[in-house]
């Protein structure tokens, strides 16, 4: 009987995973067909899922080719925003690890007078609407002369990826063993020696996860990378609005350029899936 009933659990289990799955995965499906369908079967009604497929949509994208024969294209000059999202992206959360790590180190380890006050003020930041803040940044900015550049952006970028970048670091500080920098601090090691040696050593898979969900949340960012970036240093999220013009909207171009856009998340997350997975189960069960 009790055997039954988990079977019955289990199937129950396994159909809302696959309806789960679908229900994520065929927006992306949709996406990557109208990537590589011509604009008249993207615009046919009903749709269609049988069709002839074509690479032209990336050629547009990629090489800037304008469109051979009857259809219309826009030059956007992709590859540009690409590398600028590249640039912007790698800074930032490069920039959060450099200065989260060693906050995140002292809320987890050493107390002083307001430090919880200060950790949820920063954490505020990361829920805060970027509408709240981006009018006052954009003047700052202007006034400071950093309006348009790659570390203005970068700077900008540090509200979305350090708050969530030291609240995540400081659980994973919080996991280490005080026992572990008791010995350690036994064995003669200083503060920093501690720090260097034993705890940066136990939290990397951890500092991994964090950087690769910074860097989606940066890469997917797109108010900051729309109103504070110059047409040098635009981002490629904002880029995307560059294939709806008066006329009419290049959907084909468009879902060509956002399965590009994709990319580096994806690959980031499967070439360093193990340590993600490590990284987010860290300190999941404790002895």
Known sequence: MNSEKFSIVQFVSLIGLILLMLWTAFPLYWVFNMSIQ?????????P?????????????????????GKYETVQTDFPRYFLNSLIVCFGAVGLSMLVGVPAAYSLARYNF???????????????????IVILPLFVIFRRLGIYGTYHGMMIAYQLITLPFSVWLMRGFFEDIPMELEHAARIDGYSWWGIFRKVDLPLVAPGIAATAILSFIFAWNEFLFGYILSSDVTRPVTPSLMGFISYEQVLWGQMAAAAIITLLPSLILAIFIQRYLVRGLTFGAVKG
């Open 48 to 68: 269609k899922f049988v069709f002839d497929a074509t690479l032209e949509n990336y050629s547009v994208v990629l090489l800037g080719k304008a469109w051979l």
């Open 113 to 131: 007078r307001g430090k919880e006050n200060f950790a949820f003020t920063l954490l505020s930041f990361r829920f805060a609407p970027g509408l």
């Open 38 to 46: 011509t604009p008249l079967d993207v615009i046919s009604y009903p």
